[in-house]
């Protein structure tokens, strides 16, 4: 009478004694996972990412010119020379029906490297949707509001350099007397973004316009005014404008608005959208890269494994000779194979969940923007794809060995 | 006595197709617990006459009946089952598991119908390592000398207290000083247990120990001697 089997002792004992084999597959399977997870969960990440980033933008209007190269500096910041917008438009933008606010998004400062954007206090708040965690928003001019990122305690006091970028010489960066002449002092501290906007410092757009000599967008007898409402007269270009509208009707409405010959209107999603398709077809083609990768992994595994097992082929005919079953010999080979390849998926998951947080660690710094990494259903489909055909593959090997004839295994060198 | 442990085979025939016979032998009949030893020169037909008699190889022709169990007439799985009930075999080259320790290996026949052997079977085999001279039953097989390693066979091969013990050459793999402590251990583990013995052996002196020893020429047997 047959009450089960146990043929762990043997599966122990196998993997123990070949243990190099072993561990040859396990790393094997393990990188293909790793490669594969990291690729999928990367592209999802730089996807979430830039999505999240561009949030705060509904409708961004700038001058006519390229769409991605208007998000790319409105929204992430990248350092590039764009066409400005007439100035007027800017306060048509802030009277137009269904607009909260409607933000001048102006730059060509920096401090230490952090960007300097001019803008209006709504922006800064939101439209009052976020509170400072520290201070209040600026409410004169010479106030700056900072990004949680940046170095600045409340209360501090610089003076911007001139550029995007922080220059390495500092007698250049003060070099320029009008730039040296501005000081602002540091009121508040906004919470975190989890994009380049939380390295960024936000100041009255009238300070950015005085230090670079321009007019201040209100009467001359106005010159401490900060924000709407603009005398268009005294308006001049700026780089790009974020408009809040207060419905989906209404951006729809604005977008079409400001597409004229002296404007372009998008929504920063729409953009984005674009780049995914090609991001999508990169990963489509990584994914067969991945897919291709894993199926020479699984043949080069099967062939080491199968040279193994024919090189054990008489402990298991001696297994069956002193009163193993076939199913117990079936068992042991089957359950190495599905061992071997299971350890090697889950610690293939680890790794390639370890090493796309470490990239994302890093391209965040790089691109301005956190990519959360999490695994998702297509990671699970890889694990479980890869298992399950360990399983059905495993059935191999254990099937060569079920049908082999005992005499031949013992008598086999 | 266990009757399972005796033996008759009749009109037994194996051969290759299209070849001459390699083993034919008319009529064979050993005693429940009785001990028989056969031998013949290389390619006499040895090993094929093990592999029949173990239920290992099916024969071309005849019969082969332990007790009351024709082998030929069983499959694949039945005699499986068969082997692990009735028979206990040891071979030249031990075939050891090298990754068990020396307990683990002579529990292993256990694990072929249970998770985990039962306390009484786990007792028996520290036994019966004991009587054949294992101290360190948690060795590896790997690591163990050749003589400990068939010794450790034979306690592998007596642990499901077969009714028949088979050996192949079992003392032809140790040096000389072994082969009489080895040989004496399985003729008189056997015999304590009242299993019925064969062993194919060119060693004199462990043939001259059986109750009947043939000899195995060209594919059949002859009497040699009966004591």
Same mark, same amino acid.
């Given at each position: 009478m047959m009450h089960g089997f146990n043929p762990f002792p043997v599966v122990r004992a196998d993997l123990r004694r070949n243990r190099l084999l072993a561990w040859v597959t396990v790393l094997l399977v393990a990188i293909s996972v790793a490669t594969g997870i990291a690729v999928i969960s990367q592209e999802r990440a730089l996807r979430q990412g830039s999505a999240r980033a561009a949030d705060d933008f509904d409708v961004l209007v700038g001058a006519p010119g390229s769409a991605t190269q208007l998000v790319? /500096?409105? @929204?992430?910041? $990248?350092?590039?020379?764009? %066409?400005?917008?007439?100035?007027?438009l800017l306060a048509k933008a802030s009277t137009a029906a269904g607009v909260k606010y409607a933000a001048p998004i102006a730059f060509g400062d920096n401090w230490q490297g952090h960007s300097i954007i001019g803008t209006i206090a709504d922006f800064a708040s939101r439209g009052g949707a976020l509170a400072p965690t520290q201070g209040r928003i600026f409410q004169k001019r010479g106030e700056a509001v900072v990004g949680a990122g940046?170095?600045?305690?409340?209360?501090? +006091?610089?003076? %911007?350099?001139?550029g995007l970028h922080h220059a390495q010489d500092d007698e250049e960066e003060h070099a320029d007397p009008a730039h040296s002449a501005v000081h602002y002092t540091v009121v508040g501290r906004l919470p975190a973004r989890h994009n380049i906007w939380d390295m960024a410092i936000l100041v009255p757009v009238e300070d950015v316009w005085r230090v670079h000599g321009l007019s201040l967008g209100h009467d001359a007898t106005d010159v401490e005014h900060i924000g709407p409402p603009w005398n268009p007269k005294y308006l001049p270009g700026v780089p790009a404008i974020a408009i809040k509208p207060d419905s989906v009707a209404g951006a729809y409405r604005l977008r079409g608005q400001f597409r004229t010959s002296r404007s372009v209107a998008l929504f920063p999603a729409e953009v984005l959208n674009d780049l995914y398709v090609t991001l999508g077809n990169v990963r489509d083609l990584m994914s067969l890269l991945v897919i291709t990768t894993q199926v020479l992994v699984v043949a080069a595994v099967l062939m080491a494994l199968l040279v193994?097992?024919?090189?054990?082929? $008489?402990?298991?005919?001696?297994?069956?000779?002193?009163?193993?079953?076939? &199913?117990?010999?079936?068992? @042991?080979?089957?359950?190495? @194979?599905v061992l071997l390849i299971t350890g090697g998926a889950a610690i293939g998951a680890l790794l390639g969940w370890a090493s796309s947080t470490a990239l994302s660690y890093w391209m965040q710094s790089q691109i301005g923007f956190e990519m959360p990494v999490h695994l998702g259903a297509a990671e699970g489909v890889l694990v479980g794809g890869l298992i399950l055909a360990g399983a059905m593959i495993g059935t191999l090997p254990a099937w060569l060995v079920f049908r082999r004839p005992i005499a031949e295994g013992l008598v086999s060198g | !006595?266990?009757?399972?442990?005796?033996?008759?085979?009749?009109?037994?025939?194996?051969?290759?197709?299209?070849? +001459? %016979?390699?083993? =034919? @032998?008319?009529?064979?009949? *050993?005693?429940?617990?009785?001990?028989?030893g056969i031998?013949? *020169?290389?390619?006499?037909? =040895? /090993? +094929?006459? #093990?592999?029949?008699?173990?239920?290992i190889t099916p024969p071309t022709a005849g019969h082969i009946v332990w007790g009351s169990t024709d082998l030929c007439a069983l499959k694949a799985d039945a005699l499986g089952r068969w082997r692990h009930q009735h028979l206990g075999l040891i071979f030249q080259d031990f075939h050891l598991v090298d990754g068990l320790s020396a307990l683990d290996n002579v529990l292993l026949p256990a694990y072929f119908d249970s998770w985990r052997p039962a306390e009484p079977l786990r007792e028996r085999a $520290?036994?019966?390592?004991?009587?054949?001279?294992?101290?360190?039953?948690?060795? !590896?097989?790997?690591?163990?000398?050749?003589?400990?390693?068939?010794? *450790?066979? #034979?306690?592998?091969?007596?642990? !499901? $207290? %077969?009714? &028949?013990v088979m050996a192949d050459e079992p003392t032809a793999s140790l040096d000389p000083e072994q082969r009489a402590q080895v040989g004496d251990l399985l003729v008189t583990l056997t015999r304590a247990q009242g299993a019925t013995l064969i062993v194919i052996s060119h060693e004199q002196e462990l043939l001259a120990r059986m109750d009947r020893c043939l000899t195995l020429q060209a594919g059949q047997l002859q009497a040699r001697q009966q004591l």
């Amino acid at each position: 009478m047959m009450h089960g089997f146990n043929p762990f002792p043997v599966v122990r004992a196998d993997l123990r004694r070949n243990r190099l084999l072993a561990w040859v597959t396990v790393l094997l399977v393990a990188i293909s996972v790793a490669t594969g997870i990291a690729v999928i969960s990367q592209e999802r990440a730089l996807r979430q990412g830039s999505a999240r980033a561009a949030d705060d933008f509904d409708v961004l209007v700038g001058a006519p010119g390229s769409a991605t190269q208007l998000v790319l /500096t409105s @929204v992430y910041l $990248r350092p590039q020379a764009i %066409p400005l917008l007439d100035g007027d438009l800017l306060a048509k933008a802030s009277t137009a029906a269904g607009v909260k606010y409607a933000a001048p998004i102006a730059f060509g400062d920096n401090w230490q490297g952090h960007s300097i954007i001019g803008t209006i206090a709504d922006f800064a708040s939101r439209g009052g949707a976020l509170a400072p965690t520290q201070g209040r928003i600026f409410q004169k001019r010479g106030e700056a509001v900072v990004g949680a990122g940046v170095g600045l305690a409340i209360g501090a +006091t610089f003076s %911007p350099a001139h550029g995007l970028h922080h220059a390495q010489d500092d007698e250049e960066e003060h070099a320029d007397p009008a730039h040296s002449a501005v000081h602002y002092t540091v009121v508040g501290r906004l919470p975190a973004r989890h994009n380049i906007w939380d390295m960024a410092i936000l100041v009255p757009v009238e300070d950015v316009w005085r230090v670079h000599g321009l007019s201040l967008g209100h009467d001359a007898t106005d010159v401490e005014h900060i924000g709407p409402p603009w005398n268009p007269k005294y308006l001049p270009g700026v780089p790009a404008i974020a408009i809040k509208p207060d419905s989906v009707a209404g951006a729809y409405r604005l977008r079409g608005q400001f597409r004229t010959s002296r404007s372009v209107a998008l929504f920063p999603a729409e953009v984005l959208n674009d780049l995914y398709v090609t991001l999508g077809n990169v990963r489509d083609l990584m994914s067969l890269l991945v897919i291709t990768t894993q199926v020479l992994v699984v043949a080069a595994v099967l062939m080491a494994l199968l040279v193994g097992f024919l090189a054990r082929r $008489r402990q298991f005919a001696v297994l069956r000779a002193i009163g193993a079953s076939r &199913i117990y010999v079936f068992s @042991v080979v089957w359950i190495e @194979v599905v061992l071997l390849i299971t350890g090697g998926a889950a610690i293939g998951a680890l790794l390639g969940w370890a090493s796309s947080t470490a990239l994302s660690y890093w391209m965040q710094s790089q691109i301005g923007f956190e990519m959360p990494v999490h695994l998702g259903a297509a990671e699970g489909v890889l694990v479980g794809g890869l298992i399950l055909a360990g399983a059905m593959i495993g059935t191999l090997p254990a099937w060569l060995v079920f049908r082999r004839p005992i005499a031949e295994g013992l008598v086999s060198g | !006595m266990n009757d399972a442990g005796s033996l008759q085979v009749q009109d037994l025939l194996f051969r290759f197709p299209e070849q +001459t %016979p390699l083993l =034919k @032998v008319s009529s064979l009949q *050993v005693a429940s617990g009785h001990s028989l030893g056969i031998r013949g *020169v290389s390619g006499a037909g =040895k /090993t +094929t006459l #093990f592999h029949c008699l173990a239920g290992i190889t099916p024969p071309t022709a005849g019969h082969i009946v332990w007790g009351s169990t024709d082998l030929c007439a069983l499959k694949a799985d039945a005699l499986g089952r068969w082997r692990h009930q009735h028979l206990g075999l040891i071979f030249q080259d031990f075939h050891l598991v090298d990754g068990l320790s020396a307990l683990d290996n002579v529990l292993l026949p256990a694990y072929f119908d249970s998770w985990r052997p039962a306390e009484p079977l786990r007792e028996r085999a $520290r036994e019966l390592l004991a009587a054949v001279g294992i101290a360190s039953l948690d060795r !590896m097989a790997a690591v163990l000398s050749r003589g400990e390693r068939q010794r *450790v066979a #034979f306690a592998r091969a007596l642990l !499901m $207290r %077969p009714a &028949i013990v088979m050996a192949d050459e079992p003392t032809a793999s140790l040096d000389p000083e072994q082969r009489a402590q080895v040989g004496d251990l399985l003729v008189t583990l056997t015999r304590a247990q009242g299993a019925t013995l064969i062993v194919i052996s060119h060693e004199q002196e462990l043939l001259a120990r059986m109750d009947r020893c043939l000899t195995l020429q060209a594919g059949q047997l002859q009497a040699r001697q009966q004591l």
